[in-house]
Structure formats: C-alpha cells, structure tokens
C-alpha cells in the first residue's frame, strides 16, 4: 500500500471521529428545537435582580430602610387551587339539597339550613331563597335538580358586580394599605402578595406600620427578605405615620412601583384606634392619586362578625375591596356572599392556607363552582 493510501485512509477516520464528536456534543446541549417550534424559555433561577439603592437622604434615625432586595433563588411554584382548599365549606352548601326530587316545604327549609350553616347569613340568605324561589315559579322547575341549577346561577349572580382587580399602575408610586382586627392575617397577605407583585416583576417596598406590637416589624422583615422586597420600618411604638411617610419618600427616591402598608389590628369599635387609621390614610392621600387600594382583611373563622368590622372599616377609612383569608379551615365561606350583597364591598382576593403561595384571586364562578360537587 502506497504512503498516499494511507494518509488518504487517515483523513477519512479523523473526519469520522470528528462528525460523531460534533453529534454528542450537540446530544448533550439538549432536545434540538424543531422546525417551527419556539425555542423553550431558559429556566428562571434567580429572584428578579434588585433595583439600585435610593439616591437622595431618604430616612431619618430612628426609622430603619432596607432596600437592598436580596438575591434568592426562585422556587418553582404551584399556585393552589381554590376548590381544593374549600372542603369544609363545600361540605356545607352540597348537604342543601340531599332529598333529590320532587320540590316540596321542606326543600327551601333545608336550603335556608344548609346556607345559614355557610354563614351566608339571615338577610343574605332571606334574599336568595326568595329569588330562587321567584325563578323556580317562573319556569315552572318541580324538583330539586333544577333548584340546585337556580341557586348556582343566583350566587353568581350575586357576586357578580364589583371591581376585583388590584391596581398598580406603571410609572407611578402605588400605595395598598391593609386594615383590619387583631390576627386575621394582615401581616401573611401583604407577604403573599409581594411575592407575587415582586414575582410579576414590580419593585416592592413593605412598610412596617405596625409600630405597637413588639416583632411586628421582625416578622415582616422575615416576609420582605423572602419575598425579595424593601422594608421601612421604625423603632417600637414609633409613630406609624412617620413609618408611612417615610416608606413613600423612600419608595419615590428609588423608584418602586408599589408600597403595602401594614398596620396594626385594631378592634373595629375603638374610637382612637379608627382615627388613627384615617390619619396614616391622609398621610398616604397627600401625594395624590398614590393610594390605590385600602383593604380589609377578615377572617373567614369569625362568621358574621366580620359583617361588623366590615361596616366600621369601610366608614372609617374608605375601604375598596376585602381579603378574604382562612378559608381553607372553615365551613363559614359564606360570608363573602354576606360581604358582597350586605356592604356591597367585593372580595378581592382570598387566604387558602398560611404559605407564601396560598392565595388567589376570587373569581366569582369558580368560587360558585367550588361550592357544589
Ligand atoms: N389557615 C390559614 N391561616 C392563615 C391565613 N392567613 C393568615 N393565617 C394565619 O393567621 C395567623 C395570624 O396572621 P397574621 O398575618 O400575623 O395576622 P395579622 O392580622 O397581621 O395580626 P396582627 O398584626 O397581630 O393584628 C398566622 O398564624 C397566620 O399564619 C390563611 O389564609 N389560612
Ligand atoms: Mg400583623
């Protein structure tokens, strides 16, 4: 065999070994993309990145700011859904009507049992039967079937009006404050949803107005760190007002879209408390336009005391929307039908559970649809 056979023969072997080298190579990089398919997103790893510190003097001692949102690694979520959480609630509208058929007395008393037993509440539900009731006579339904289709349409149809969105407009300061009685979850909703505005992308910045209660502003803290959110808070028994006052001028001087005020529980009938509420809201109204949302967190567990505390927050401080929260532990999930049709407020969002992602926005039909199996 001549030298040139064998160079000849050399070149064909390197040229294979390289093409089958270039294939693995490629293997391992990942699927290809088909033709005509987008390419899939990069998987998304870390928190958004933190935006730069506030520039000008922003806060004076003894308040505390910080903004330095930390980097965190972005856990892979799975929102909870609502008719998983509503077991208990469920239990107690589905009971309504267990005597299927014919139509009879006793099919409106175990209706009006199973949604006073919901917490719907005498007016409330006074208001629905009589509806369902009037609808029943109009066509002319003679059993329990076609009743049951007649109660889901009313509820609807209740929880129908109202303006659930809440609002952050882009290129302006954003400010959502949230009221409410001792407990009921205040502190656990503004974590949730600043995760899920820092999630969508929004600057945050948490203000820690609940200057009465010792750890109050630790425990938020807590919340801001996780969530990749700013935090302004003061010394103990600080003025609130300082601490809001101070959280918008720090928001403005960096730029953020959105801060939530959390304040102290407060017992709806105390006269000093109510007021101080309306103070920290003029504190907020004198940059206008800032204050979107003013919300009421109640308590699912309370039942029809939360009818009460809902009146007197919404006189008080001109509330626009409720959170809804423990929903998930209790079979009084009624009452949003009570706030709704009684107060006229609408529930915005709901609390199914204590972690940063149980909680979502209400929808009336898939509320309604979450009530019957
Ligand atoms: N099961 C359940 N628990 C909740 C929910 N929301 C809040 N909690 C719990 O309720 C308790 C009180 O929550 P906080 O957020 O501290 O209530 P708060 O209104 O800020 O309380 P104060 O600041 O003391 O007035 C905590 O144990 C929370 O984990 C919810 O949707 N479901
Ligand atoms: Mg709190």
Known sequence: MSTELL???LIIVLAVVLIAGGLFLSRRGGRPTPPGEPP??????????????????VVEAPLEVELEAPELEAPERVRPRLRDRLGKTRA???????????IDPETWDELEEALLLADVGMPTTQRILEDVKARAAEEKASDSEQVLELLKAELALL????????????????????????????????????????????SVVLAAADTFRAAAADQLGLWAERAGAGLVRGQDGADPGSVVFDAMSAATNRGADLVLVDTAGRLHTKVNLMEELK????????????????????????????????????????????VLTKLDGTAKGGIVLAIQAEIGLPVKVVGIGEGADDLVVFDPAEFVDALFD
Do not use: C, Y
């Open 40 to 57: 899939p997103p990069a998987p998304r790893l870390r928190a958004p990145e933190a935006p730069p510190r506030p520039t000008g003097p």
């Open 279 to 322: 103070k920290l809201r003029r504190i907020v109204d004198r940059t206008p336009g800032a204050l979107k949302e003013v919300l009421l967190v109640v308590d699912a567990t309370t039942g029809q005391n939360g009818l009460a505390q809902a009146r007197q927050f919404a006189e008080a401080v001109d509330v626009t929307g409720v």
């Open 159 to 202: 929880l129908e009006p109202g303006d659930r969105s809440l609002r952050v407009n882009p290129g302006e300061l954003n400010v959502w404050m949230f009221v409410g009685v001792n407990g009921v979850g205040k502190t656990t909703t503004i974590a949730k949803l600043a995760q899920r505005e820092v999630d969508e992308g929004h």
């Open 7 to 9: 160079v000849f023969a």
């Open 92 to 102: 107690a509208f589905s009971g309504a009507l267990t005597r299927r058929g014919k």
